[in-house]
């Protein structure tokens, strides 16, 4: 019997990104089930009764909860193709502790790049900018996190590239002038077609964050 794959996500959301990178990686067929972040639908309350967030990967009728857990379980499920985690337990033990990084600083530092002003904003940009100076402090020379192969780490966090544009625009500021060497990362990771048809438009994103700033009323 044929398994049944659901993803419950949002289009824009940098962590569904990682599941839909996850998935394509490992060539799993599944349905996309498209979700309205502001009217959460009965399926997605149902599937993820606790944090009632996407992404949630529906796999022969149960759920699964939390990016950075999806992309392990797809990696333990379809472990034939394309190995997202290392072997080796203490290089399996460093990219989730990586991974764990990015999930405690990029999302919040990133999203207050735009969506507060003066002082607030300031700090934030200051911040982000650090926190992608640690990481390629942890790339170093190597053409991915884990190496010479795109992996666990490089998955979990390119789908944020998508989101840069909107960050330097409003926030007033250039990654690649502050971080070269993470923009050559990054092209790199654009490189794969798994990683390039996941990517939503960056202006779209833009969009996408103009109306979010509106609701929220940042001038």
Not at 39 to 64: D, F
Not at 139 to 154: A, H, I, M, Q, R
Not at 165 to 186: L, N, R
Request: proline fraction near 5%; charged fraction near 30%.
């Amino acid at each position: 019997m044929a398994d049944e794959v659901i993803l419950l996500d949002f289009w824009a959301s940098m962590f569904g990104i990682r599941v839909r990178i996850a998935l394509a990686e490992k060539g799993v067929k599944y349905e996309y089930k498209e979700q309205d972040l502001f009217n959460k639908s009965p399926l997605l309350l149902r599937m993820n009764p606790v944090h009632k967030k996407i992404p949630v990967l529906i796999h022969n009728g149960k759920s699964v909860c939390e990016s950075s857990i999806i992309v392990q379980y797809i990696d333990e499920v379809w472990k034939d193709k394309a190995p997202l985690l290392p072997y080796d337990p203490y290089q399996r033990a460093q990219a989730r502790f990586w991974v764990d990084f990015i999930d405690k600083k990029m999302y919040d530092t990133s999203r207050k790049t735009w969506a507060t002003k003066g002082e607030e904003q300031e700090a934030a940009k200051k911040e982000f900018i650090e926190v992608l100076k640690t990481l390629g402090g942890e790339l170093g020379d190597k053409p991915f996190f884990g190496g010479d192969n795109f992996g666990y780490v490089d998955l979990c966090l390119i789908p944020y590239y998508c989101w840069f544009y909107s960050y330097e625009t409003f926030g007033k500021f250039s990654v690649e002038a502050e971080c070269p060497k993470f923009i050559a990362w990054v092209t790199r990771c654009l490189q794969r077609e798994t990683v390039a048809k996941a990517l939503p438009d960056e202006k779209k994103v833009f969009e996408f964050v103009s109306v979010l700033r509106e609701k929220i009323r940042v001038e």
